[in-house]
T-cell receptor, first 110, second 113 residues
Framework: QKEVEQNSGPLSVPEGAIASLNCTYSDRVSQSFFWYRQYSGKSPELIMSIYSNGDKEDGRFTAQLNKASQYVSLLIRDSQPSDSATYLCAVNSGYSTLTFGKGTMLLVSP | NAGVTQTPKFQVLKTGQSMTLQCAQDMNHNSMYWYRQDPGMGLRLIYYSASEGTTDKGEVPNGYNVSRLNKREFSLRLESAAPSQTSVYFC????????????FGPGTRLTVL
């Protein structure tokens, strides 16, 4: 049974701070990793993909992958109230489907 | 370019009624997926279609059927709705199954009384 674990939160950070969201996965053969943002009442929106160990930066977002530790994280720099949402980690294990974590709720206070 | 579209947006059914949720994508993607999302349960895969002409069961297929009508369209049918099927249903698509990113439709909020 492939598992993806996330802290449910809420993670509360002040505006302008760095938000750090973490995800661990159980399947060692996992090959690709995704972060989705989901606003309340909306559908998941893909914000980052990462396939290799290390960091990948896109604007204020940085995804970090450590396959040896089976750990993937998302950093959000200069957090804004508009970043308040639930962040879903998803992992592909070489098959046809993704396994999703249950998500971490992020609250950014002005 | 509308991406992934779903109809209807909202639906209320009585126990035992049937309905079909429609999904279409205009990104020329090969793979399509149906998920349900319930509070505290996260996204759970119901069925998927890795390519036109194929369908496979996901984690929670019981009570559902699917049809991959063509490359663009993938429908989900509830033959005899039950209150346990009250949920938000999302359709998604990806260029190929496996490594590629999935893109989601806006969802259908279904209530079964």
């Amino acid at each position: 049974q492939k598992e993806v674990e996330q802290n449910s939160g809420p993670l509360s950070v002040p505006e302008g701070a760095i938000a750090s969201l973490n995800c661990t996965y159980s399947d060692r053969v996992s090959q690709s990793f995704f972060w989705y943002r989901q606003y309340s009442g909306k559908s998941p929106e893909l914000i980052m993909s990462i396939y290799s160990n290390g960091d990948k930066e896109d604007g204020r977002f940085t995804a970090q992958l450590n396959k040896a530790s089976q750990y993937v994280s998302l950093l959000i720099r200069d957090s804004q109230p508009s970043d308040s949402a639930t962040y879903l980690c998803a992992v592909n294990s070489g098959y046809s489907t993704l396994t999703f974590g249950k998500g971490t709720m992020l609250l950014v206070s002005p | 370019n509308a991406g992934v579209t779903q109809t209807p947006k909202f639906q209320v059914l009585k126990t035992g009624q049937s309905m079909t949720l429609q999904c279409a994508q205009d990104m020329n993607h090969n793979s399509m997926y149906w998920y349900r999302q319930d509070p505290g349960m996260g996204l759970r895969l119901i069925y998927y279609s890795a390519s036109e002409g194929t369908t496979d069961k996901g984690e929670v297929p019981n009570g559902y059927n699917v049809s991959r009508l063509n490359k663009r369209e993938f429908s989900l049918r509830l033959e005899s709705a039950a209150p346990s099927q009250t949920s938000v249903y999302f359709c998604a698509s990806s260029e190929t199954s496996g490594l590629n990113e999935q893109f989601f439709g806006p969802g259908t909020r279904l209530t079964v009384l």
